[in-house]
């Protein structure tokens, strides 16, 4: 394998070919992980995801590195990346070439209350466990990576302890003595606590009284994409289909209720056959140094004055609401350019307006994001009504760090508020954030800037 830079001077990204021998391996018919070691072997991360690109015929892999992966020194540094790569093996020994799973990477899954494509749940809203089907464009902008490949399902866990699940049957007879395998990558934040919060990948078969089956725990806590495999052999014949689900565990462990925040899952696997997993030789590459950005430079100064609604969704080029409904371009009101942004919450749902700006920043540096604010009458603040900064909880070793300052009810006339943030590990990404949740009023906002302090 050999390797190349892809996005180099913001998020350096590494784009890896499988191969066997010559020939590239279509990247849908395998999962890659990756170990990551400083130059001198000592390991730095254990596991770190292999990112399909499209077309996944054309056998590439990226590997994004995080933050605190990144070199300062003006000189480059040396990691060693060692790649394993899991391949599904049917039972004469030879690689698979097919995938079980209508819709392994939930590209075309329609949510809950409704199922489709061969996928559906055992729960949703009436059992208080909840799915949503997002992708890299939804603007949650969730980097290190965002998904492994195109969209991806976020699930919620309830308080109901009953067995929760989505599924994918396979249709068809099973036979004695074959064995099935399955997996999916899945990625949590602080799924840690109660029984309800342990999620496996598992494969069932059989009546849904007397099921036969095996599965694989996900890992409690917070932790980054990780590929979980099972395997499980048939001992009842006939007519019973056999089932790849993503469930919880509650009557095994006793129910009750948890406080998991988020489980992504995305791109499983499903085949009559085993795992296999290979380990080519580790790979020398090169990190080149990252350039410290310029103090008191706006870094969003293209975005910042809210100018431009390329497709009149009312949110602004660059940007990313929850709740586009509520917000528009106004030219009556604005304190720079000839435009800024209004916003009419009423009260119902959560708003996030955000934008993600990637880049090179370094442990120490203080970073700040601002706007101007307008409000012509008082606004119900809400629970919240803040300007937030915060970093992804996967971009370094430490987690996630935020700052937010509350906003006044007003009114105000063009009033600066400001949030920042000094950064305790090299990141890849920052956050701008303004959360309005149960707020009620009118305002504007305008001249949004992000730049480094210190």
Not at 28 to 44: N, Y
Not at 280 to 298: G, H, L, S
Not at 340 to 345: C, G, N
Not at 408 to 414: C, H, L, R, T
Request: net charge neutral; proline share 5%; aromatic share 12%.
């Amino acid at each position: 394998m050999s390797t190349t830079f892809i996005w180099d001077g913001d998020t350096p990204v590494l784009r890896f070919p499988l191969k066997d021998g010559t020939t590239l391996k279509d990247n849908s018919l395998c999962a890659v992980e990756f170990h990551i070691m400083d130059k001198k072997g000592t390991t730095l991360v254990a596991r770190r995801p292999g990112i399909a690109v499209s077309p996944r015929a054309g056998g590439m892999v990226d590997l994004m590195l995080q933050g605190d992966e990144t070199d300062w020194a003006g000189l480059g540094t040396t990691l060693i990346v060692k790649p394993i790569i899991h391949v599904p093996i049917d039972p004469t020994g030879a690689p698979h070439t097919a995938q079980l799973l209508s819709d392994g990477s939930f590209e075309n899954l329609v949510v809950p209350p409704s199922s489709g494509y061969n996928v559906w749940f055992h729960g949703g809203s009436t059992s208080n466990c909840f799915y949503t089907r997002y992708g890299p464009e939804n603007g949650l902008v969730d980097t290190a990576p965002p998904s492994i490949y195109g969209h991806y399902i976020q699930v919620t866990a309830g308080t109901n302890a009953t067995n929760e699940y989505l599924a994918q049957s396979i249709l068809g007879t099973t036979v004695v003595g074959h064995v099935y395998s399955g997996g999916v990558w899945a990625r949590g934040e602080n799924c840690q606590g109660a029984p309800d919060n342990t999620w496996c990948a598992a494969i069932y078969m059989g009546a849904y009284a007397t099921l036969e089956g095996s599965y694989t725990n996900f890992d409690s806590g917070t932790f980054n994409w990780t590929f979980y495999r099972v395997s499980h052999r048939v001992t009842i014949g006939g007519a019973d289909g056999v089932q790849f689900q993503l469930r919880t565990m509650y009557p095994a462990l006793g129910g009750g209720s948890g406080a998991m925040k988020r489980l992504l899952v995305d791109d499983a696997y499903f085949f009559r056959g085993t795992w296999a997993t290979y380990t080519p030789e580790p790979m020398r590459v090169v990190v080149k140094p990252r350039r410290r950005t310029t103090k008191w430079v706006n870094q969003i100064a293209a975005i910042g004055s809210f100018e431009v609604d390329s497709n009149g969704d009312g949110v602004p080029d660059g940007w990313y609401s929850t709740n586009a409904r509520i917000m528009s371009l106004d030219s009556k009101y604005f304190y720079t350019g000839s435009k800024s942004l209004k916003i009419a919450p009423t009260g119902v749902g959560a708003l996030y307006f955000r934008t993600a700006i990637r880049g090179a920043f370094k442990a120490g540096e203080l970073w700040e994001v601002s706007f101007r604010l307008k409000n012509l009458a008082p606004i119900s603040r809400g629970s919240v009504f803040t300007l937030s900064l915060f970093t992804n909880t996967f971009d370094s070793s430490l987690g996630k760090q935020t700052y937010s300052t509350s906003l006044p009810p007003g009114p105000v006339n063009w009033s600066r508020y400001s949030a920042s943030l000094l950064l305790a590990a090299d990141r890849a990404v920052l956050y701008f954030e303004l959360r309005a949740i149960g707020t009620v009023g009118t305002f504007w906002i305008d001249d949004a800037q992000f730049t480094r302090v210190m």
